[in-house]
């Protein structure tokens, strides 16, 4: 493949596991960009290239730090807004305060998740903070956590590149799951909560009927 890899890695969406295997395939030549995370005071850095002798770069960024690069392939993977939140809620509840603002504020103020969906950064984390600007339609493939047993096969044949399903790296911690449990048992508070995430379920369900 010629063309130079952008892959998007959207929090708690395959992208952890996508990144080992990633760089089993390039090796050397994939970059890895966590330094410009949406959500971290580097986020709205451009760049017109890859750090020399890269083929790849994966990562936490938004989508047009990257518009600079006409022939890039663009890809990523997605998850459902509300299950995607609860994913990063539980998540964070076990990361300790390292800096990133947003982050640090969860740490002290340790909200619900209700409250949580109302932080105006995670509201909109795919809709703005990861997407926002940037023409969907450059992305070769979006495919999606709930069918990352098809899509992330697709992927690997792509890129030729022998991608795996089944393959899990950084997976949130199964003890939470009664809690998890407990907050999909209360049908009001999810409706109120979807109705927080509104932007972005639109937006994921655009790129569902788009994709379909």
């Not at 952008?6 to 992208?15: L, T």
């Not at 966590?34 to 083929?55: F, V, W």
């Not at 936490?60 to 459902?80: G, N, Q, S, W």
Request: proline share 6%; with cysteine.
């Amino acid at each position: 493949m010629s063309r130079p890899l952008v892959s998007v890695h959207f929090p708690k969406a395959a992208g952890s596991s996508l990144a080992k295997q990633l760089r089993d395939f390039y090796q050397d030549a994939l970059s890895l960009d966590y330094d410009h995370d949406p959500l971290g005071p580097n986020a709205a850095e451009q760049a017109d290239t890859l750090y020399p002798g890269a083929r790849a770069v994966h990562g936490h960024f938004a989508a047009r730090r990257y518009e600079a690069l006409p022939d890039a392939m663009f890809i990523t993977v997605l998850r459902e807004p509300l299950d995607n939140l609860m994913s990063i809620y539980f998540f964070w509840k076990g990361y300790p305060a390292h800096g990133n603002p947003i982050h640090d504020r969860f740490v002290a103020e340790a909200p619900s998740f209700e409250d949580f969906s109302r932080y105006p950064e995670m509201s909109r984390l795919m809709s703005e903070r990861y997407f926002g600007g940037f023409d969907m339609d450059r992305f070769d493939m979006v495919g999606f956590h709930e069918t990352r047993d098809q899509d992330i096969p697709r992927l690997g044949a792509l890129l030729g590149a022998p991608l795996k399903a089944e393959i899990y790296e950084n997976r949130t911690s199964g003890e939470h799951e009664q809690a998890r449990q407990e907050i999909l048992a209360d049908l009001a508070q999810c409706a109120r909560v979807r109705g927080n995430l509104r932007h972005d379920i639109a937006f994921y369900e655009a790129q569902r009927a788009k994709r379909a």
